[in-house]
């Protein structure tokens, strides 16, 4: 496969989402968060992650001159990765993620929120757009909550990708967390990663984010 060819094809759709959303020429640090717990097990080994980073790449080439993944990972506890570029994603699941990880820990979201406040609080050259893919509701959600509070007056946007068939009733409810400077997290509901189409997903993942463009710089979050 001509990855080059892929990804810059993906990143022509990631643009034309990017547009509608009045995104064009927009700057932002994109930043992939996986959920490693037992049950995205099959997600790994089959492939459906490592096809889910080419089209997160897809967008990140859009966002940021660039071109690079910031990636966590997450389950008990929480990891920083290599950055994903065009270069080195071929082969990055099975290389980089399955040779040194085991894909069958608990689910923890506070650990990779804590590490995004540590790497990502002002200042930041461009504000840092994260998507957060899981498939199963935490153990932790009062830490979450204190964690996701403080990253809100951050130029750290939170995009929330719940797939399969949980309900996720904690991350359904973010939009009425009390105590946040601003509404600084988005949900979204995929049950088929491999099934949503490349254009639906990019529009999707940029649906909340230029309301929170706005209140940031509102609040100067993010420079006017």
Sequence with gaps: MD???????????A????????????????????????????????GVIQRAIERILGLAVTFDDDGRIDLLLFGTNA????????????GYVERVILAQYKIREATNYAPPL????????????????????????????GATAEVIRALSSEPVFLQ??????EDF???RKLDELPGRLIDNAGFMSINDLDGIKDAELYDRL?????????KAREKRILAL
């Design 3 to 13: 990855f080059r060819k892929r990804i810059v094809d993906l990143s022509k759709k």
């Design 15 to 46: 643009a034309f989402a990017a547009n509608k959303h009045g995104l064009e020429g927009r700057r932002a640090q994109v930043v992939l968060v996986l959920d490693i717990s037992a049950s995205m097990n099959a997600l790994y080994k089959t």
């Design 79 to 90: 990891y920083q990765l290599l950055v994903v570029t065009l270069e080195e994603i071929e």
């Design 114 to 141: 804590r590490l995004l406040l540590k790497k990502y609080s002002a200042p930041q050259p461009a504000p840092a757009f994260v998507i957060f893919i899981t498939d199963g509701a935490n153990a932790d959600r």
């Design 160 to 165: 929330f990708v719940g797939i399969g068939k």
């Design 169 to 171: 009733p904690f991350l």
């Design 206 to 214: 940029l649906n909340e984010f230029p309301r929170w463009l706005t």
